[in-house]
Protein backbone atom coordinates (compact mmCIF):
# COMPACT_ATOMS: atom_id res chain seq x y z
CA UNK A 1 0.00 0.00 0.00
CA UNK A 2 1.49 3.38 -0.48
CA UNK A 3 2.46 5.99 1.82
CA UNK A 4 -0.87 8.88 1.95
CA UNK A 5 0.31 12.28 0.98
CA UNK A 6 -0.24 15.59 3.29
CA UNK A 7 -3.63 15.83 1.25
CA UNK A 8 -4.67 12.07 2.14
CA UNK A 9 -3.63 12.32 5.75
CA UNK A 10 -5.54 15.70 6.36
CA UNK A 11 -8.30 14.05 5.63
CA UNK A 12 -7.70 11.36 8.61
CA UNK A 13 -5.76 13.23 11.08
CA UNK A 14 -6.42 16.50 13.15
CA UNK A 15 -5.35 19.30 11.34
CA UNK A 16 -1.94 21.08 12.21
CA UNK A 17 -2.22 24.36 13.62
CA UNK A 18 -1.35 26.91 11.07
CA UNK A 19 2.33 28.32 11.45
CA UNK A 20 2.31 32.05 13.14
CA UNK A 21 3.71 34.58 10.81
CA UNK A 22 6.96 34.83 12.93
CA UNK A 23 7.57 31.23 12.40
CA UNK A 24 6.03 31.29 8.48
CA UNK A 25 9.11 33.87 8.09
CA UNK A 26 11.96 32.04 9.44
CA UNK A 27 11.53 29.08 7.26
CA UNK A 28 13.05 31.00 4.44
CA UNK A 29 16.32 31.32 6.22
CA UNK A 30 16.51 27.43 6.52
CA UNK A 31 19.42 25.92 4.53
CA UNK A 32 16.59 23.73 2.01
CA UNK A 33 15.04 26.91 1.12
CA UNK A 34 18.19 28.49 0.40
CA UNK A 35 18.97 25.70 -1.69
CA UNK A 36 15.93 26.25 -3.50
CA UNK A 37 16.66 29.97 -4.39
CA UNK A 38 19.93 28.70 -6.15
CA UNK A 39 18.50 25.74 -7.55
CA UNK A 40 15.56 27.86 -8.55
CA UNK A 41 17.77 29.92 -10.63
CA UNK A 42 19.42 27.02 -12.31
CA UNK A 43 16.27 25.79 -13.33
CA UNK A 44 14.42 29.49 -14.54
CA UNK A 45 17.48 30.16 -16.75
CA UNK A 46 16.84 27.85 -19.78
CA UNK A 47 13.08 28.42 -20.24
CA UNK A 48 13.29 32.09 -21.81
CA UNK A 49 16.72 31.13 -23.78
CA UNK A 50 14.06 28.65 -25.99
CA UNK A 51 11.57 30.91 -25.77
CA UNK A 52 11.41 34.58 -24.97
CA UNK A 53 14.39 35.88 -25.41
CA UNK A 54 14.64 33.37 -28.45
CA UNK A 55 11.50 35.26 -29.73
CA UNK A 56 13.12 38.59 -29.79
CA UNK A 57 16.28 37.48 -31.57
CA UNK A 58 14.39 36.08 -33.98
CA UNK A 59 12.16 38.91 -34.68
CA UNK A 60 14.84 41.30 -34.60
CA UNK A 61 16.83 38.99 -37.03
CA UNK A 62 13.51 39.52 -39.07
CA UNK A 63 12.33 35.96 -38.89
CA UNK A 64 8.13 36.48 -39.61
CA UNK A 65 5.65 35.75 -36.41
CA UNK A 66 4.23 33.13 -37.83
CA UNK A 67 7.64 31.23 -37.59
CA UNK A 68 8.33 32.81 -34.46
CA UNK A 69 4.94 31.36 -33.13
CA UNK A 70 5.84 27.53 -34.43
CA UNK A 71 8.95 27.67 -33.30
CA UNK A 72 7.47 27.84 -30.01
CA UNK A 73 6.54 24.36 -30.19
CA UNK A 74 10.06 23.75 -28.82
CA UNK A 75 8.61 24.27 -25.41
CA UNK A 76 6.58 21.15 -25.85
CA UNK A 77 9.57 19.28 -24.42
CA UNK A 78 8.89 20.13 -21.30
CA UNK A 79 5.27 18.53 -21.56
CA UNK A 80 6.41 15.14 -22.86
CA UNK A 81 9.06 14.78 -19.31
CA UNK A 82 6.66 12.37 -17.75
CA UNK A 83 7.68 9.92 -20.52
CA UNK A 84 11.15 9.85 -19.01
CA UNK A 85 10.78 11.16 -15.51
CA UNK A 86 10.67 7.30 -14.29
CA UNK A 87 14.05 7.12 -15.82
CA UNK A 88 15.32 10.18 -13.43
CA UNK A 89 13.04 9.09 -10.77
CA UNK A 90 14.39 5.70 -10.54
CA UNK A 91 17.34 4.66 -12.52
CA UNK A 92 21.27 5.37 -11.27
CA UNK A 93 24.09 6.60 -13.76
CA UNK A 94 27.20 4.74 -13.50
CA UNK A 95 29.33 6.01 -10.89
CA UNK A 96 28.21 9.56 -10.40
CA UNK A 97 24.87 8.09 -8.51
CA UNK A 98 26.91 6.30 -6.57
CA UNK A 99 29.18 9.27 -5.40
CA UNK A 100 26.59 12.09 -5.40
CA UNK A 101 23.29 10.11 -4.90
CA UNK A 102 20.05 9.83 -7.05
CA UNK A 103 18.80 13.26 -7.23
CA UNK A 104 22.16 14.88 -7.53
CA UNK A 105 24.00 13.22 -9.82
CA UNK A 106 20.72 13.80 -12.53
CA UNK A 107 20.65 16.95 -11.76
CA UNK A 108 24.29 17.73 -12.50
CA UNK A 109 24.15 15.84 -16.13
CA UNK A 110 21.18 17.62 -17.15
CA UNK A 111 23.10 21.04 -16.51
CA UNK A 112 25.82 20.19 -18.21
CA UNK A 113 23.00 19.35 -21.12
CA UNK A 114 21.88 23.00 -21.44
CA UNK A 115 25.64 24.49 -21.23
CA UNK A 116 26.64 22.41 -23.93
CA UNK A 117 23.14 23.38 -25.71
CA UNK A 118 23.00 27.08 -25.22
CA UNK A 119 26.75 27.10 -26.42
CA UNK A 120 25.38 25.72 -29.98
CA UNK A 121 22.88 28.67 -29.86
CA UNK A 122 25.33 31.29 -29.32
CA UNK A 123 27.50 29.85 -32.16
CA UNK A 124 24.39 29.40 -34.67
CA UNK A 125 22.72 32.09 -36.99
CA UNK A 126 19.20 32.24 -37.38
CA UNK A 127 20.02 33.77 -40.58
CA UNK A 128 21.83 30.96 -42.33
CA UNK A 129 19.05 29.01 -41.24
CA UNK A 130 16.92 27.80 -38.41
CA UNK A 131 17.44 24.34 -37.91
CA UNK A 132 20.95 24.21 -36.12
CA UNK A 133 19.25 27.12 -33.87
CA UNK A 134 16.50 24.50 -33.44
CA UNK A 135 18.58 21.47 -32.89
CA UNK A 136 20.46 23.34 -30.13
CA UNK A 137 17.33 24.79 -28.63
CA UNK A 138 15.99 21.29 -28.14
CA UNK A 139 18.75 19.83 -26.45
CA UNK A 140 18.56 22.97 -24.16
CA UNK A 141 14.75 22.35 -23.40
CA UNK A 142 15.99 18.56 -22.91
CA UNK A 143 18.22 19.21 -20.63
CA UNK A 144 16.47 21.61 -19.08
CA UNK A 145 13.23 19.32 -18.34
CA UNK A 146 15.53 16.62 -17.06
CA UNK A 147 16.92 19.38 -14.53
CA UNK A 148 12.93 20.40 -13.44
CA UNK A 149 12.43 16.29 -13.28
CA UNK A 150 15.06 15.92 -10.28
CA UNK A 151 14.94 19.63 -8.70
CA UNK A 152 11.43 18.72 -8.20
CA UNK A 153 12.21 15.69 -6.34
CA UNK A 154 14.48 17.05 -4.84
CA UNK A 155 12.63 19.98 -3.47
CA UNK A 156 9.89 17.43 -1.96
CA UNK A 157 12.34 15.44 -0.63
CA UNK A 158 14.00 18.21 1.13
CA UNK A 159 11.40 19.44 3.38
CA UNK A 160 7.71 18.37 5.67
CA UNK A 161 5.24 19.28 3.43
CA UNK A 162 3.97 22.15 5.87
CA UNK A 163 7.14 23.82 4.60
CA UNK A 164 6.94 23.62 0.73
CA UNK A 165 4.96 26.58 -0.14
CA UNK A 166 8.11 28.06 1.15
CA UNK A 167 10.29 26.07 -0.80
CA UNK A 168 8.07 26.71 -3.45
CA UNK A 169 8.31 30.22 -2.86
CA UNK A 170 12.09 30.43 -2.67
CA UNK A 171 12.49 28.31 -6.06
CA UNK A 172 10.13 30.80 -7.53
CA UNK A 173 12.06 33.65 -6.60
CA UNK A 174 15.21 32.09 -8.28
CA UNK A 175 13.48 31.06 -10.77
CA UNK A 176 12.14 34.45 -11.94
CA UNK A 177 15.67 35.96 -11.00
CA UNK A 178 16.90 33.88 -13.56
CA UNK A 179 14.23 34.68 -16.05
CA UNK A 180 14.97 38.29 -15.66
CA UNK A 181 18.56 37.83 -15.85
CA UNK A 182 17.70 35.69 -18.88
CA UNK A 183 15.53 37.95 -19.90
CA UNK A 184 16.43 41.66 -19.69
CA UNK A 185 20.40 40.59 -18.61
CA UNK A 186 20.55 38.66 -22.17
CA UNK A 187 19.49 42.17 -23.77
CA UNK A 188 21.61 44.16 -22.12
CA UNK A 189 24.78 41.96 -22.85
CA UNK A 190 23.11 42.23 -26.18
CA UNK A 191 23.03 45.99 -26.88
CA UNK A 192 26.28 46.50 -24.72
CA UNK A 193 28.09 43.70 -27.37
CA UNK A 194 26.58 45.71 -30.18
CA UNK A 195 28.78 48.28 -29.17
CA UNK A 196 32.09 46.51 -29.07
CA UNK A 197 32.23 43.44 -31.72
CA UNK A 198 33.05 44.37 -34.62
CA UNK A 199 30.38 42.82 -37.09
CA UNK A 200 28.70 45.09 -38.69
CA UNK A 201 28.62 48.76 -39.18
CA UNK A 202 25.44 49.47 -40.12
CA UNK A 203 22.70 49.11 -37.35
CA UNK A 204 19.89 46.18 -37.61
CA UNK A 205 20.54 42.48 -36.28
CA UNK A 206 24.53 41.47 -35.19
CA UNK A 207 24.44 37.90 -34.17
CA UNK A 208 27.99 38.51 -32.68
CA UNK A 209 26.23 40.30 -29.81
CA UNK A 210 24.12 37.44 -29.42
CA UNK A 211 26.53 34.96 -29.17
CA UNK A 212 27.74 37.29 -26.40
CA UNK A 213 24.88 36.94 -24.42
CA UNK A 214 24.44 33.45 -24.88
CA UNK A 215 27.46 32.30 -24.05
CA UNK A 216 27.57 34.74 -20.31
CA UNK A 217 24.18 32.65 -20.24
CA UNK A 218 26.08 29.29 -20.49
CA UNK A 219 28.50 30.23 -18.08
CA UNK A 220 25.60 31.25 -15.46
CA UNK A 221 24.55 28.18 -15.09
CA UNK A 222 27.71 27.87 -12.93
CA UNK A 223 25.29 28.59 -9.95
CA UNK A 224 23.36 25.22 -10.13
CA UNK A 225 26.32 23.50 -10.75
CA UNK A 226 28.09 24.57 -7.89
CA UNK A 227 24.90 24.43 -5.60
CA UNK A 228 24.19 21.00 -6.68
CA UNK A 229 28.18 20.29 -5.46
CA UNK A 230 27.78 21.41 -2.39
CA UNK A 231 24.12 20.33 -1.42
CA UNK A 232 23.32 17.00 0.90
CA UNK A 233 21.44 14.52 -0.91
CA UNK A 234 17.87 14.21 0.69
CA UNK A 235 17.29 10.49 2.42
CA UNK A 236 17.36 7.74 0.39
CA UNK A 237 13.98 6.10 -0.04
CA UNK A 238 14.33 2.39 0.28
CA UNK A 239 12.09 0.93 -2.53
CA UNK A 240 11.35 -2.98 -2.49
CA UNK A 241 13.23 -5.00 -4.99
CA UNK A 242 11.40 -5.63 -8.11
CA UNK A 243 11.58 -10.10 -8.42
CA UNK A 244 11.48 -9.44 -12.46
CA UNK A 245 12.08 -7.32 -15.24
CA UNK A 246 8.22 -6.77 -15.96
CA UNK A 247 7.50 -5.65 -12.43
CA UNK A 248 10.42 -3.19 -12.56
CA UNK A 249 8.65 -1.98 -15.32
CA UNK A 250 5.17 -1.68 -13.96
CA UNK A 251 6.54 -0.15 -10.45
CA UNK A 252 8.67 2.19 -12.82
CA UNK A 253 5.96 3.46 -15.61
CA UNK A 254 2.32 2.17 -14.53
CA UNK A 255 2.63 2.54 -10.80
CA UNK A 256 3.12 6.44 -10.16
CA UNK A 257 0.34 7.01 -12.45
CA UNK A 258 -2.21 4.50 -10.84
CA UNK A 259 -0.94 5.51 -7.59
CA UNK A 260 -2.68 8.99 -8.13
CA UNK A 261 -6.03 7.77 -9.72
CA UNK A 262 -6.48 5.31 -6.59
CA UNK A 263 -6.10 8.22 -4.49
CA UNK A 264 -8.42 10.41 -5.89
CA UNK A 265 -10.71 8.62 -8.39
CA UNK A 266 -13.15 10.36 -10.18
CA UNK A 267 -11.94 13.88 -8.35
CA UNK A 268 -8.36 13.23 -10.77
CA UNK A 269 -10.15 14.25 -13.62
CA UNK A 270 -11.01 17.85 -11.53
CA UNK A 271 -7.69 17.80 -10.56
CA UNK A 272 -5.91 16.99 -13.92
CA UNK A 273 -8.12 19.72 -15.67
CA UNK A 274 -6.86 22.56 -13.38
CA UNK A 275 -3.96 21.96 -13.32
CA UNK A 276 -4.03 21.62 -17.56
CA UNK A 277 -5.19 25.08 -18.00
CA UNK A 278 -3.93 27.04 -14.70
CA UNK A 279 -1.39 28.42 -16.08
CA UNK A 280 -2.96 28.71 -19.86
CA UNK A 281 -3.44 32.89 -19.86
CA UNK A 282 0.62 34.09 -19.33
CA UNK A 283 1.90 31.16 -21.46
CA UNK A 284 0.15 31.55 -24.53
CA UNK A 285 0.62 35.31 -24.11
CA UNK A 286 4.25 34.57 -22.97
CA UNK A 287 5.02 34.02 -26.37
CA UNK A 288 4.40 37.06 -28.55
CA UNK A 289 5.96 39.52 -25.86
CA UNK A 290 9.09 40.01 -27.26
CA UNK A 291 8.01 40.23 -30.86
CA UNK A 292 5.00 43.16 -29.20
CA UNK A 293 7.86 45.07 -27.76
CA UNK A 294 10.11 44.71 -30.87
CA UNK A 295 7.35 46.06 -33.15
CA UNK A 296 6.16 48.86 -30.95
CA UNK A 297 9.35 50.12 -31.06
CA UNK A 298 11.11 49.46 -27.68
CA UNK A 299 14.90 49.01 -27.36
CA UNK A 300 16.60 46.13 -26.21
CA UNK A 301 18.01 48.61 -23.28
CA UNK A 302 14.16 49.94 -23.00
CA UNK A 303 13.10 46.51 -22.05
CA UNK A 304 15.72 45.16 -20.25
CA UNK A 305 15.86 48.45 -18.05
CA UNK A 306 12.28 47.85 -17.37
CA UNK A 307 12.15 44.26 -16.79
CA UNK A 308 15.38 44.59 -14.55
CA UNK A 309 14.53 47.26 -12.09
CA UNK A 310 10.76 46.86 -11.80
CA UNK A 311 10.92 43.08 -13.02
CA UNK A 312 12.68 42.14 -10.50
CA UNK A 313 11.19 43.61 -7.55
CA UNK A 314 7.73 43.07 -8.28
CA UNK A 315 8.76 39.45 -9.13
CA UNK A 316 10.64 38.76 -5.34
CA UNK A 317 7.62 40.79 -3.41
CA UNK A 318 4.83 38.56 -5.63
CA UNK A 319 6.68 35.34 -4.82
CA UNK A 320 7.20 36.28 -1.19
CA UNK A 321 3.81 37.18 -0.92
CA UNK A 322 2.40 34.25 -2.49
CA UNK A 323 3.89 31.59 -0.26
CA UNK A 324 3.50 33.45 2.50
CA UNK A 325 -0.20 33.48 2.05
CA UNK A 326 -0.41 30.36 1.24
CA UNK A 327 1.31 28.98 4.32
CA UNK A 328 -1.01 31.41 6.23
CA UNK A 329 -4.82 31.22 4.59
CA UNK A 330 -4.12 28.09 2.25
CA UNK A 331 -3.31 27.07 -0.84
CA UNK A 332 -6.77 26.89 -2.88
CA UNK A 333 -7.67 31.06 -1.90
CA UNK A 334 -4.31 31.72 -3.43
CA UNK A 335 -4.44 29.69 -6.56
CA UNK A 336 -7.76 31.16 -7.15
CA UNK A 337 -6.55 35.10 -6.45
CA UNK A 338 -3.48 34.20 -9.06
CA UNK A 339 -5.90 33.36 -11.63
CA UNK A 340 -7.61 36.45 -11.38
CA UNK A 341 -4.53 38.42 -11.35
CA UNK A 342 -2.90 36.51 -14.54
CA UNK A 343 -5.48 36.89 -16.43
CA UNK A 344 -6.00 40.45 -15.39
CA UNK A 345 -2.38 41.60 -16.15
CA UNK A 346 -2.98 40.61 -20.05
CA UNK A 347 -5.55 42.82 -20.63
CA UNK A 348 -2.98 45.65 -19.16
CA UNK A 349 -0.75 44.39 -22.50
CA UNK A 350 -4.00 44.98 -24.76
CA UNK A 351 -4.47 48.59 -23.07
CA UNK A 352 -0.54 49.04 -24.09
CA UNK A 353 -0.89 47.61 -27.70
CA UNK A 354 -3.67 50.26 -28.20
CA UNK A 355 -1.04 53.02 -26.37
CA UNK A 356 1.82 52.26 -28.50
CA UNK A 357 5.22 52.87 -27.74
CA UNK A 358 4.93 54.45 -24.02
CA UNK A 359 7.35 53.95 -21.61
CA UNK A 360 6.00 54.81 -18.61
CA UNK A 361 2.86 52.10 -19.38
CA UNK A 362 5.49 49.39 -19.78
CA UNK A 363 6.98 50.08 -16.32
CA UNK A 364 3.61 49.55 -14.68
CA UNK A 365 2.12 46.91 -17.38
CA UNK A 366 5.34 44.40 -16.74
CA UNK A 367 5.12 45.29 -12.95
CA UNK A 368 1.57 43.44 -12.93
CA UNK A 369 2.53 41.10 -14.26
CA UNK A 370 5.17 40.17 -12.76
CA UNK A 371 3.52 40.65 -9.57
CA UNK A 372 0.35 38.39 -10.76
CA UNK A 373 3.11 35.83 -12.31
CA UNK A 374 4.82 35.62 -8.71
CA UNK A 375 1.52 34.81 -6.75
CA UNK A 376 -0.08 32.85 -8.61
CA UNK A 377 3.30 30.60 -9.39
CA UNK A 378 4.37 30.47 -5.86
CA UNK A 379 0.64 29.16 -4.94
CA UNK A 380 0.67 26.58 -8.01
CA UNK A 381 4.06 24.87 -6.89
CA UNK A 382 2.75 24.13 -3.94
CA UNK A 383 -0.46 22.75 -4.71
CA UNK A 384 1.51 20.36 -7.29
CA UNK A 385 3.88 19.53 -4.14
CA UNK A 386 0.98 18.52 -2.38
CA UNK A 387 -0.55 15.81 -4.67
CA UNK A 388 2.34 13.61 -4.74
CA UNK A 389 3.54 10.90 -2.85
CA UNK A 390 6.43 10.77 -1.83
CA UNK A 391 7.64 7.42 -3.42
CA UNK A 392 7.09 8.90 -6.73
CA UNK A 393 7.50 12.59 -6.48
CA UNK A 394 9.78 12.81 -9.33
CA UNK A 395 7.92 11.19 -11.72
CA UNK A 396 4.07 12.52 -10.42
CA UNK A 397 5.57 15.94 -10.58
CA UNK A 398 6.53 15.90 -13.80
CA UNK A 399 3.13 14.44 -15.04
CA UNK A 400 1.62 17.62 -12.76
CA UNK A 401 3.89 20.26 -14.30
CA UNK A 402 4.11 18.67 -18.29
CA UNK A 403 -0.06 18.64 -17.96
CA UNK A 404 0.40 22.17 -17.16
CA UNK A 405 2.64 22.83 -20.48
CA UNK A 406 0.98 20.74 -22.97
CA UNK A 407 -2.49 22.35 -24.36
CA UNK A 408 -0.73 25.90 -23.65
CA UNK A 409 2.30 25.61 -25.48
CA UNK A 410 0.44 23.97 -28.28
CA UNK A 411 -1.66 27.09 -28.43
CA UNK A 412 0.67 29.35 -28.17
CA UNK A 413 2.29 27.95 -31.34
CA UNK A 414 -0.77 29.49 -33.41
CA UNK A 415 -0.32 33.13 -31.93
CA UNK A 416 1.77 34.42 -33.98
CA UNK A 417 -0.82 33.01 -36.94
CA UNK A 418 -3.60 35.12 -34.25
CA UNK A 419 -1.57 38.30 -34.47
CA UNK A 420 -0.59 38.38 -37.97
CA UNK A 421 -4.85 37.99 -38.66
CA UNK A 422 -6.01 40.25 -35.88
CA UNK A 423 -3.11 42.19 -33.94
CA UNK A 424 -2.08 42.33 -30.62
CA UNK A 425 -4.74 43.81 -28.48
CA UNK A 426 -7.62 41.74 -29.47
CA UNK A 427 -4.77 38.73 -29.13
CA UNK A 428 -4.30 40.00 -25.36
CA UNK A 429 -7.37 40.44 -24.62
CA UNK A 430 -8.57 36.49 -26.48
CA UNK A 431 -5.51 35.35 -23.69
CA UNK A 432 -6.96 36.89 -20.74
CA UNK A 433 -10.67 35.23 -21.69
CA UNK A 434 -8.68 31.73 -21.82
CA UNK A 435 -8.65 32.21 -17.55
CA UNK A 436 -12.33 32.47 -16.88
CA UNK A 437 -12.53 28.63 -16.83
CA UNK A 438 -9.81 28.27 -14.59
CA UNK A 439 -11.73 30.21 -12.21
CA UNK A 440 -14.63 27.93 -12.55
CA UNK A 441 -12.05 24.99 -11.92
CA UNK A 442 -10.55 26.26 -8.99
CA UNK A 443 -13.60 26.88 -7.17
CA UNK A 444 -14.78 22.95 -7.92
CA UNK A 445 -11.40 22.19 -6.41
CA UNK A 446 -11.62 24.32 -3.61
CA UNK A 447 -15.08 22.90 -2.54
CA UNK A 448 -14.14 19.31 -2.84
CA UNK A 449 -11.07 19.75 -0.91
CA UNK A 450 -13.26 21.59 1.83
CA UNK A 451 -15.61 18.54 2.00
CA UNK A 452 -12.56 16.12 1.43
CA UNK A 453 -11.35 17.75 4.75
CA UNK A 454 -15.09 17.63 6.26
CA UNK A 455 -15.39 21.43 5.87
Known sequence: ??????????????????????????????????????????????????????????????????????????????????????????????????????????????????????????????????????????????????????????????????????????????????????????????????????????????????????????????VGMLTVLVSAEPARRVLPPARNTAEWLHSVLIEPFADFIRRYRWQAALILSLIAIYRISDVVMGIMANPFYVDMGFTKDEVATVSKIYGVVMTLVGAFVGGVLSMRFGVMRVLMLGAVLSAGSNLLFAWLAMRGHDLGLLVFVVSADNLAGGIASAAFIAYLSSLTNISYSATQYALFSSLMLLLPKFLAGYSGVFVDAYGYAPFFVATAALGLPVLVLVALAARWQRVGDGG
Not at 2 to 12: D, G, L, W
Not at 55 to 75: C, H, M, N, P
Open 1 to 222: MSPPTAAEASSTAPPEAPLSWRDSLRVYLEPATLRMLALGFSAGLPLLLVLGTLSFRLREAGVARTDIGYLSWVGLVYAFKWAWAPLVDRLPIPLFTRLMGRRRSWLLLAQVLVIAGLVGMAMADPRAGLRPLVWCALLVAFGSATQDIALDAFRIESAETRKQAALAAAYQTGYRMAMIWAGAGVLWIAAWAEMSVAEAATAGYQNGAWRVAYFVMAASMA
